[in-house]
Every structure is written in C-alpha cells, then in structure tokens.
C-alpha cells in the first residue's frame, strides 16, 4: 500500500492534484445525468430493477417475465397477473479520455497575448472565463503557464478525486495515436494516484486519433457510464462525432472539455513569427498582426461551430483557456451542472 | 521671396562639404544593416499546436510584408545617411568652381557704402537702417568662428572695419552697429581695391566672395571704371549686388555756393549765387535761408519745377574785412546732408596783387619797381590793389589767395614750390601775367603751363633779342583791341601804347592755336598773348618793364595796361577753393599769424579742435592742413582765440542725386569685368551669399526625420 493510501486522502500531493484545492468541491456531487449501470449498488439511478430493493410500482404480466416476479397477492384478489417493480441504485464509472497528442503540449511562446487582442476579444471572457482576458499567468495546482495537456489531466484528476470520493468509479484512457493507455474503471484512493503516475508519466506527443480511441473506448466499456472527454479537438470533426455517436447510442454520456491555449485563442503578441506545427512540423511564416484578426474569427466559428454540433448530440461542450485555473473551469461546470443548464 | 537671379549662362551644379571629416559617420549606416541582419536571424519561432486555421488566414496577409524588412533597412539607412550629411554640412551651388573653393570661398568681404546718399529716407526707412540690416544679414548667413569676413567702408576714404579678416563675425556686427552714414562721396574704386587686397590676403589670389551692399547711387557707379576695379579683385571672385532695400526718394539739394567777384572788398556789392536742384518728379516749393557769419540775412521762398536746376543770386554787401562764414540751406527732405552749403569769403580793403619779383620795389629801373608803380601807382591806401612782393626763391603758401593777378616780373628761375603754387593759381581760376627778361624763360613758362603733364605753352621762345641802340628798338604796333583786355584802349590809348620801343624782346615760335595774340611787335611778332591754363588765364609779355628792356615804365599807357589785365584777370567766382567731405583740407590763406603767441589749432564744425590736424610753417608763413574733412561746415585756424584762416567744406554735389543704377546692369557689368556676378533680391530673406552653396543641412535634417517618421509608420503598420 502507497503512503497516500496509508495517510489517507487528504494527504494526496500530486502535480495534477492538490487536495486543499478541492475542499471547494466538499459538498458537490458528481452525478451522471443518464442512468447508468453499475455492478455494485450505488447513489445513481439505474435502469436494472431487482428485489432487494425498494419498492417502485405494479406491471401488468408479459410473456418473458419471470414468474417468481409475479404478485400472487394481487392475483388472488383480482384475478390478474402483475409484475411488481422495485427501484434500482447502481454506482458509476467515470471514463476520462485525455488527448495525449503534441497540440496539447502547447503550453505557449512565453509571451504575452497581444494587449490589443484582448480588448477586441472580450467575447472569450464570456465564452471561456472572466479571467481570461486579464491574461494573467495560471499558477492554479502549482503548475505556471499549463500546457493544455497539465490543464486537462489537473481537470481529469480533480474529477476523478470526486469520483472516488462519492464512492464511484474511475478509469483512464490516454489518447496518442489510438487508445495508448486503458486503466480499467476503480474507486480507490490508490487507483487514483495510479491515475495521476499515469498522466504524468505519458507526456504527450504524437497524434491522437481521437474518433478512433472513442471507438475502441466504446467497445472497452461494457457499462453505461459517464466519458469526460479533454481535448484540443484538433481533428476532423465528423470522424470524431460519429465516434461520440456510438458512446452516446450506448447510453453513456459524453462530456467534453475542449482545452485550448491562450494564445490558441489570441495569438501571441509577435509581429511576425515562424510557426511550426507541433504534430507535422510544417512550418508557416506569418505576420500575426495581419493575421490576427481573421484567425481569431476562425477561432470563434469554429468553437461555434463544435458547440452546435455537440450539443445536438446532447453533449456537453465546454470551452477551456489554460489561462483559467483548472478548478475555476470546473466550478463553473459543475454548478451549471447542477441547475440544469 | 528669395530669389536668386542667374546673371551668368547656367553652370555644372556641385556640391560642396564644410565638414568632410564628418562623412565618416557614414559608417553608422551599418547599425541598420546589423539591425536588420539580426532581426531577420531573431525570427521567432514558435511550435504551435495547429497550423490548420493559420494557413488558412495566411492569404489575408499584405504583400508588403515579406518586403517590410527591406523598406524599413532602405529607410533607415538612408535617415542615418542623410543625418551625417547634414553634420558634414553640404552646401549645393549653381556658380561654377564655388563648391570647390573650400575654405577660400569662405572669405567675404562686405563693401558697404556709406556714402552721403545712402542716409536717404525711403518708404520711411533710413537708407543706412537698411543697409545695416542687409550686412547683419549677411552675416547672418556665415558661420562664426569657420568662416572669414570683413567689411569695407565705402566713403571718401575707403576702411576696413577690422585689420584682417576675421572669423569672429560677432565683433564684425558690433561694428556694424556703429555704422553711420557719412557727408562724403564714396571713393568706390579705392573700396574695391580695398576689398581686393583683403581677399587677396585670405585667399592667395583666387576665389573669395565680394558683397556689394550700396544704394547703387548712378553718380558713384555709372563713371566707376569697373575693368580697373575688379582688375583689383582675386580671380574667381564672386560679386554679389545686393540691391538698396528702400525705394528711391525724391531729394532737392544746394550746392556751387560761390561769391562774385571771387575777392570781395568791403562796402562792395557781391553776389552769392548757388545751385538749387530738384531730384524729384513734382513741383517742389523750398524755403531758403542765407546766414552770414551765424545772422540770418534774408529768407525766401523758391518754387523747384520737376528735374529743374536753378542759379540762385543774392545780393550782399560786406561791411568789414575779414573771413566770413556765408551758409545757404533749405528745409529738411529726404536727405538731409546736402541741404546746406558753406562758403568761407575773405573780404578786403582793397584787391590784393602779387608781384614775383628778386627786385626790391624801391630800386629805381627794375622790373618790380615799375610793376609796383603801375599796380598802386599812389604808393598808399588810396590804391585800388594791395600789392604784395614775393621772391622768386621764396616759399609760398597762401599768398596767391584772393589775388586778382599774379605779375612776375623776375629773371631768374622760378622756385619749385612757387611753380607749384602759381600752377595751382591758375587750375584754380588765377590770372598770372609772365613779363619775360633774359632769365631761363622757357623752363619758367614750361612749368608754367605744366608742359610735362600735356600743357602747351603759348609759344615757344627762341632767344632774346638785344636791338643794342636806341634807334633800333622795335615797338608795339597790331593789337586785338577787341579783346577784354584791350578793349578799353581808345585809338588815342592804342597811339600812346605804340609809342613805347623796346630793346630786349624775346624772338618766339609761331604762336599755339590756343593761344590769343593780344598785341604784336611792328615787326609782326607776338608781343602779348594769353591761353588758359586750367581754370585761369596766363598772359606772356615777350618784354619787360625794365628799363634797361624797354621804355614801357615811363609810359603811362603801361599803368592802364596793368591794371587792364588785372582787371581782366581776376577771378570772377571765388571763396575759398571747393573742398568736400572727407579730403584733405589745407589753409594757406592764414593771416595774422603771430610766431611768438600760442600754437595755432584748427578747430572743426562742431567746434572741437582737430587732434591730427598738421600746423608747420614754410619760412615765416603758417601751413594748416587737416588730413580728413570728415564734416561739412567750416573749419577755422585759430590762435589765441584769434581767427586766422577759415575754409569751408560741403558734400559733394553728386552725392545729391537719388537716381541709382539698375542693379541688373551693375552686374552685368562686373560679369563684364570678369567676375562671377550674382544678384540677389532685395527683399531676399537667404542666399544673399553664395559661401560654397546653398546650405542644405537643414532640408538633409529634415529630410532625415522625414524618412524616420516613414519607418516609424511603416514598423507601425507591420505591427498593428
């Protein structure tokens, strides 16, 4: 047993994750908005009925049912035959699929975003973050200037903690040229730091293949359960909603967070610069200031364009800057989670 | 508007550099190159997530962009150039050989006229306030302590403001400051001799600038021999001809104030006439006011019609002996310098007359004896004529002066300094009448008439005749009794006058086609002539009063012929002979003048005593002489208080006339003469100098910011 384990959780102290940052989380629940199925009984509603537990409602008898499930009570005094229903519980595996591609290495060119972009950007402060536009360096979890990489897998960790800490389940996929890594869904406290080694130990690189690492994650999970999703999505986008496809005709929900840097949304403060592709290496010289509007156009539409598509598969979108602390992003998430919206 | 007008055909633009050294900041031209070797080596690159959304912006970019490095290089270097061309102060200049002359086309001199005209009022500015303006600006246009000037007074006596040239163009505008118009002509000729030889100094014969500043007054420049002057000039000199800034004005003078008859005496009724001129296109109406020794004595006034130049006649009559102060003046005008005149008149008793004679007058039978006895045949105070005796070998000074005529009756050779007197007599308008014996005749007559210099004489005497006894004497027989002289002489005076024989006379040459025969030998040679000799008349007797010559003493007829020819002789204008401000002055006429009593002094115009003013004496007779009249009015020897001589000095009449000289002939005419001629605008506010060029390091300076201003926008654009 790892000390973590022996000391308990409030004594975790990971580079993806800092306990005392998620004391804000103490009375949060992460529940799936799906039924899903557990193995063992649990806090979530599930659509399995069985007998222990409590009582539901009356059916009237089809052929296939089990006749144990008969109530012959009833039938004595009427004459009929129903079946009787009882409410099912089932605890929850939490999927956290992370983009281990080089685009999410970016942590950035170490300078800051043009000033006077960030006048004219303020619609990402209303679409990322109010702290986005201050531009100020994100030292959340100890980690300065995050790539898109430490944001996501600091998201997925504290995500994770909730889980084990309500008692549910958790796993991790790594996506790097297809699924790289599966850890089979747990709910201890150990199976979580393993989580963490594991994000930590596989640095990104490569490609991701993400719609072909959601396929073969789909054909991995035998359970309906919930797949959080953290990625630059800087793949082609019909590929990867077919794949979310089979995840959500499964029943599972499907949250993504598209994780994008600061300078992804506003360029650097450059006048000019070489720009080299993190996955190809194909370079690109560029005046960014001739550029700059125009891309952040771009940039806009195609995020539209990723919300649209995602929410009519009913799919949680939800746009996040590396200059937003990672629990700041997650708080807003879950507390609109929890209203509704 | 400045402008400057090419006189000269147009010439091989160059470009001239006063600080060469300065180019070597052309090596700071490599700042941008560095700059933009780094900068395209510091081209930043940046790993980026995806290229996808870039590449497509991509085409959105300007086209100027990949060039932008280049343009802000091209811009930048070119700024660094033009800033250390600015420092190397490049001068442009359209004037053959001037770029090139370096520190030698540094040299100017100014030669500023200060003439009497040039303290005319025009359009309500003094001339001599636009004229200091012009110089200040001049040097307004030269660089203190790199490049040399100096300035030439333009006057009677032309002067350098400073020994040399100078550098310090400060000390050169505090003289300026104290430029003042003088009363005298200017002597233009010697000024830009002046100038020359200053240019020379500097510049070893070669190159230079001259600067005309004058009012181009037609007196002082049209006559101006301009071949001479510039011959005076280093080669390559550039004349510029800065043209008067005021306008021409309308000016009315006095001038020619002179008495008649030329030796008053008292209770005689002179007349003083002078010249009244009108320099205007208008009717004038003056006011004239005629002062006698400081009392006004009649005032009137005179209507002037345009152009007009009146003789103006005033009755007068001195009642004392002595000097008298007469001064004429009008009401003020535009120039007031010549709004008066002066004239000094010495007023006898009686007329003087000069015998030369080494006879005393009261030895019986000599020449001076019968001369003295013929001029105041009553010996005393009764006599129309003073006669005065001066020796042949005797210094003179002022004897002449006021004399009616000058008889010499002497034998012997003259003394220089009495020639030269005598010579001067006669320039002046004297009459001098040469009674001939057996001294050196010729050499007498040839100086005389100053036979060196082109005089003639009226004919050229052979040799003296001696017709031995008394019955061979020859006697007087033709006469032009038409003439002055003898047209008083009626046929019984003309009878009596052939009496008289003679036995010396001289044989002489056909007489000179200028020369009037008034009586002849009955052997028909001349006997009496006259010819003019400068202004004034010699009249040669081929006889002599004495009585071992002839009988022409005992006659009385001789006495009538004296005081003919010294009536006829006389001088009809006088005072004291025209002296104008800013030549030297000389008192001849001193009287009175006591050897033992204190050293006379002259004192000026303005009543001070005249330091430099020389008094000497030539035997026994005081010489005055002032170096310089600078000032109009009258000058007077003084001794104890005591008015020993009086003298006169007035502006030179041509300094009245306004009319000037059109500033484009003017240059025509030193282009003519050889120099490199320019003529500026009068109302240039620059390039009334042509020091090496135009300078363009302010057009460079402000060039250069103009370039960086562009890179700056350009940067700017790039990055916005």
Known sequence: ??????????????????????????????????????????????????HSVEFADYREYAPGDEVGDVDWKIYGRSDKLFIKLFEHYSDMAVTLLIDGSASMHYSGSGLAASSSSTKRSSWLGRAAS??????????????????????????????????????DKVALALARNGLAQYLRPAGSISHLYKLLNHM???????????????????????????????????????????ALSLLTYRGNEVVIFQILHEEELKLPDLSDAVFVDSETGQKLRLNVDDVRVIYEKKVRQRIDTWSAALRAKKIDHNVVSTATPYYQALERYLFKRIGGG | MMGVLAVDNPTIAALGLIAPWMLLGALLVSLPVIAHLLNRKASRRLVFPDLALLRACSASQSSLFKLRRWIVLILRALAVLLIVLAFAQPLWSDQPGAAAQGDRGSAV?????????????????????????????????????????????????????????????????????????????????????????????????????????????????????????????????????????????ENTSLSDLRVEPATPVTHQPVTLRAKLNNFADSQRVVNLTLRIDGRQVESRSITLEPWQQRELALSHRFESVGDHRVEVSINEDALDGDNAAYLAVRVYERVPVVIIGDNHPNESGTDTYFLSRAVAPRGGQNDAHEVRYVTSQEPVAGQFDGAAAVLIGGSKQLDGSLLTALRQHLEAGGGVVLFCDDGPIRDNLAALVNEADGGVMPWEPISLRDLGTQGNWITLEEGDWTSAVLDAFDPASQESLRQI???????????????????????????????????????????????????????????????????????????????????????????????????????????????????????????????????????????????????????????????????????????????????????????????RGTPLWGWMAMAAMALLAMEMMVVGYFKR
């Open chain 1, 200 to 242: 930590e130990s596989d640095p990104p690189s490569d490609k991701a293949n993400l719609a072909g690492t959601i396929e073969d994650l789909s054909r991995r999970l035998k359970r309906r359960g919930v797949i959080v999703v953290f990625s630059d999505l800087e793949e082609p986008m019909d590929e990867i909603l077919r």
């Open chain 2, 501 to 691: 024989a003679f036995r010396r006379v001289w044989q002489v040459d056909s007489p000179h086609d200028y020369t009037r025969v008034l009586l002849n030998f009955e052997d028909g040679s001349p006997a009496v002539g006259q010819i003019p000799v400068g202004l004034g008349t010699l009249v040669v007797c081929n006889f002599s009063p004495a009585l071992n010559a002839s009988d022409l003493g005992k006659y009385g007829s001789f006495v009538a012929l004296t005081h003919a020819l010294v009536d006829e002789l006389m001088p009809q204008f006088g005072g004291s002979s025209p002296v104008f401000a800013g030549l030297p002055l000389t008192f001849g006429n001193i009287a009175g003048y006591d050897p033992a009593g204190p050293t006379p002094v002259v004192i000026g115009p303005d009543g001070a005593v005249i330091a430099d003013a020389g008094i000497q004496t030539l035997g026994d007779l005081p010489v005055a002489t002032v170096r310089r009249a600078e000032q109009v009015g009258f000058y007077e020897v003084n001794q104890g208080g005591r008015t020993l001589a009086l003298a006169a000095v007035n502006t030179d009449p041509r300094e009245s006339d306004p009319r000037r000289m059109d500033e484009g002939e003017l240059t025509r005419r030193f282009a003519e003469a050889g120099t490199i001629a320019r003529q500026v605008d009068a109302q240039a506010t620059g390039g009334l100098l042509e020091l």
């Open chain 2, 109 to 249: 001199v100014m030669l500023v006229d200060r003439s009497l005209s040039v303290g005319t009022q025009g359009g309500g500015v003094l001339g001599v306030e636009a004229t200091r303006a012009q110089a200040d600006q001049v040097l307004a246009e030269m660089v203190s302590g790199v490049e040399l000037a100096n300035v030439v007074y333009a006057d009677a006596n032309p002067s350098a403001a400073l020994p040399s040239m100078t550098t310090n163009l400060n000390v050169l505008r505090q003289e300026l400051d104290r430029l003042e118009v003088t009363p005298q002509r200017a002597d233009l000729a010697s000024a830009l001799g002046l100038a020359g030889s200053l240019l020379h100094e500097q510049t070893g014969g070669a190159g230079g600038q001259l600067v005309v500043v004058s009012d181009l007054q037609q007196t002082n420049w049209q006559d101006l021999d301009l071949q001479a002057a510039s011959g005076k000039l280093p080669d390559g000199v550039t004349v510029t001809v800065v043209p008067p800034a005021t306008p021409q004005a």
């Open chain 1, 1 to 50: 047993m790892s000390d973590q384990e022996q000391t308990g959780s409030t004594a975790i102290a990971h580079r993806y994750l800092r306990v005392q940052e998620m004391a804000r989380f103490k009375n949060v629940v992460f529940s799936p908005r799906r039924m899903v199925t557990g193995a063992y009984a649990g806090r979530h509603a599930s659509p399995q009925r069985g």
């Open chain 1, 130 to 167: 109010s702290v986005t536009s201050r531009v100020k360096p994100n030292k959340a979890g100890g980690i300065t200037n995050p790539s898109k990489y430490d944001l996501a897998c600091q998201m997925g960790a504290a995500i994770g903690f909730l889980t084990v800490k309500q008692q």
